[in-house]
């Protein structure tokens, strides 16, 4: 077993989570305060930005599932006068998907949405307790669109991808309405995948349009709100606006404290992207902190052994060895090595990659 990491100051593991997750609230920063450059004065201004954070800024079952095959039986089965529903496209995803090849599922899925809404479209009876015969058709073929799209995404066929969610959304629009969180989840998801594409001019948009329903609906401080607001950083982030980024999640950060305790794994993917920020505009010793809050939360929730953990003691190596400090650095690059050796093997290439980085630091002297 890989023991626990003595860390760079020489405290136990032990000593050190509690010591590291003691203060959490201690990161928070005024925008002056969040980094040591100049902020950036062309700064996305469309952003909003809650008020009481002015001075202290801040999926779904698989579709292939059986348990979600199973609801939607049900459901047809309950649905008086709807049996052929059995068919509907709610099920098209499971019922001959294995027997088609990925050209044809897309096809017949279609074929089979318009044979659902001729059968719905001749359907009087409401004693199911649902909404109108119409609406609910459209609320139906929304979800199906939806399961569609992500199936798509998961291919990397992110056009279609982007289409369905198109269509998705406008049924969503004319049901819901353009207030609805539903709505708001559905630009999410197209920011998604304009994201993965490197659109980031589209995505931005796309994330501002879901954090503004996200906001009226359920308010600045609800968790999927922090969601996206770190959606929106991470593109500023890969626009190269870091003292943008690092506003942004600063604000994902003050919101999440006052929601999780201190050692929730949300707050080390937080902790993670500030830490990022810090080390690329060269403030190495913050860096430092940001990672070893990671690291004391991934320590008590996946373990020392864990493969996000190797990542994190990675960042710290890297972190260390940009301050000089070759061999605390080394001790880290060792801890990430072992555990991909143990997990990954040594033909993968981070598992490589680590023992070049210890090359290139034996090679640089101690």
Known sequence: MIPPIPTHDGISAENKIQHVLASPKEVLQSPQQACKKKLNKNQP???PIPPCFDDSISHLLSPFSPFRK???????MHAKKKDMLTLSVRNIIFAENDQLDNSEKL?????????????????????SGLVSVEEQSDRETAETYLRLAKFRKSQGK???SYALYQKALKLRLETLGPDHVSTAEIYTDM????????KFDRAMRKYQKGLKIRIK????????????YCSIGHVLYKQGDLIGAM?????????????VQRDNPCLADTYSSIGTVHYDLDENTEAMNM?????????????????DTAATYHRMANALRKQGKNQKARQMYQQALDIRLKSLGKDHPITIETQNYLKELDGTGR
């Open 191 to 198: 920011a998604n995948v304009l994201f993965s594409q490197n």
């Open 45 to 47: 201004s469309d952003i």
């Open 247 to 259: 506003r942004v999640y600063q604000l994902v950060l003050a919101i999440q404290l006052k929601k």
């Open 217 to 228: 609906a359920l308010g600045w401080d609800h968790e999927t709100t922090a969601e996206s």
């Open 291 to 307: 990672y070893e809050r990671v690291w004391a939360i991934q320590f008590k929730n996946i373990g020392p052994e864990h493969l």
């Open 158 to 160: 992110n056009d279609r």
């Open 107 to 127: 096809d017949h899925s279609e074929r089979l949405d318009r044979s659902e809404k001729r059968i719905l479209e001749g359907y009087q009876g409401n004693d």
């Open 70 to 76: 199973r609801a939607v039986l049900e459901r047809a």
